[in-house]
T-cell receptor
Framework: DTEVTQTPKHLVMGMTNKKSLKCEQH?????MYWYKQKAKKPPELMFV???????INESVPSRFSPECPNSSLLNLHLHALQPEDSALYLC???????????????FGPGTRLTVL | AQTVTQSQPEMSVQEAETVTLSCTYD???????LFWYKQPPSRQMILVIR??????QNATENRFSVNFQKAAKSFSLKISDSQLGDAAMYFC??????????????FGKGTLLTVNP
């Protein structure tokens, strides 16, 4: 089973709202990722968590705040977003074992975010 | 830094025919992985196939196969007996096998495949 789930599927928020995106996997993976994807563009990496610790932050604005409460769950907290933050937000996970050469990322279905 | 180039922004194929999507990459590393991901209109990125650079044999997954030319840094995807469900954006991706790379994926810009009935 290579299932990564994301909720909600769609989210519309105002620039003053606070909302959260949720990602979950039950494959025992220890690495989890957030990507942002604009229409007809490849995904852009935002954050990587490895063993529940933030290992990569690709210079993402502080209005995006990731959180990894446990090895199965990844959240992305959103606050004071801009209209240009409207995009598809994808979560992915991989085994992430140290030195695992075969590490392969599996993606969730995404959350379509619209910022008004 | 590694780069991945997909030179065909759009391709089309007739149902039941064969189509090949191109991907080239640039790297100074000798040990890496290459992937093809498919993203249909439903948005979910689905892993299609994976190739390990140190393996000479081309990877295959049912109707999907790759032509991996390491010296030429080319990694094309062949879809045989195309089906309507194959219509999607296809992304080629590179990942270093070097542990210090944090196993980040580098994506190409994608090829939009249309399948005509």
């Amino acid at each position: 089973d290579t299932e990564v789930t994301q909720t909600p599927k769609h989210l519309v928020m105002g620039m003053t709202n606070k909302k959260s995106l949720k990602c979950e996997q039950h494959m025992g993976h220890r690495a989890m990722y957030w990507y942002k994807q604009k229409a007809k563009k490849p995904p852009e990496l935002m954050f990587v968590y490895s063993y529940e610790k933030l290992s990569i932050n690709e210079s993402v604005p502080s209005r995006f705040s990731p959180e990894c409460p446990n090895s199965s769950l990844l959240n992305l907290h959103l606050h004071a977003l801009q209209p240009e933050d409207s995009a598809l937000y994808l979560c992915a996970s991989s085994q992430g074992a140290q030195g695992d050469r075969t590490d392969t990322q599996y993606f969730g279905p995404g959350t379509r975010l619209t910022v008004l | 830094a590694q780069t991945v180039t997909q030179s065909q922004p759009e391709m089309s194929v007739q149902e039941a025919e064969t189509v090949t999507l191109s991907c080239t990459y640039d790297t100074s590393e000798s040990d890496y992985y290459l992937f093809w991901y498919k993203q249909p209109p439903s948005r979910q990125m689905i892993l299609v196939i994976r190739q390990e650079a140190y393996k000479q044999q081309n990877a295959t997954e049912n109707r999907f196969s790759v032509n991996f030319q390491k010296a030429a840094k080319s990694f094309s995807l062949k879809i045989s007996d195309s089906q309507l469900g194959d219509a999607a954006m296809y992304f080629c991706a590179y990942r270093s096998a070097f542990r210090g790379s944090n196993y980040k994926l580098t994506f190409g810009k994608g090829t939009l495949l249309t399948v005509n009935p």
